[in-house]
């Protein structure tokens, strides 16, 4: 099935559609979202984390948020983070009610492959203690919980570990959970 990415204008505006991987060579700027599923436990927050798999077209094999996509045509962004949060990761518990949206950033970013990210994405969060998953092969190779002192240091030592988005998700969930407390 060929996949296509609604392309937007610098205000958010939808400007057209093209098919997923045409615009990533193209560099051309689309809507995109990140989730970050996070819960609470007796030590801290901690951030549930999916490891893109090795047959990613590209960032493959980095740390990433909880899933991460493209919304489809007239799709809003989360119904579609509640759709790719069971075809990546099997989890079918989050409805796109229980989703906190913070907002959204544009960022651009030259990726391997000759492909690079030129992305309006959305952050939608979301408390949820208990999931269960199911990992697709094809999207993810590990999930894991990870604390805010874990992620902290990985960043530090280690930061292509990551996605090239993760680092500003991260520091924008971060910034809405500390001022919400």
């Known amino acids: 099935m060929t996949e296509y990415v609604v392309l937007v204008n610098e205000q958010g505006d939808a400007i057209g559609t093209m098919e997923k991987l045409e615009a990533h060579e193209k560099g051309l700027l689309h809507l995109a979202f990140s989730v970050l599923l996070y819960r609470e436990t007796d030590l801290g927050k901690e951030f549930l984390l999916q490891k893109r798999a090795e047959c990613k077209y590209h960032s493959k094999n980095k740390w990433s948020n909880t899933c991460c996509s493209h919304p489809r045509v007239n799709e809003n962004v989360e119904a579609a983070g509640t759709r790719r949060l069971n075809e990546e990761i099997g989890i079918t518990g989050v409805l796109p009610e229980q989703f906190v ?76 959970l500390h001022q919400a407390n």
């Open 101 to 176: 949206n913070l907002g959204w950033f544009i960022y651009q970013a030259e990726l391997e492959n000759g492909l690079s990210e030129h992305e309006q994405d959305y952050i939608l969060i979301a408390n949820t203690p208990d999931v269960s998953f199911i990992l697709n092969p094809e999207e993810v190779s590990d999930i894991q919980w990870w604390s805010e002192a874990d992620i902290e240091k990985e960043l530090k030592a280690n930061p292509d570990t990551f996605s090239v988005w993760f680092p500003t998700v991260y520091k924008k969930v971060l910034t809405h």
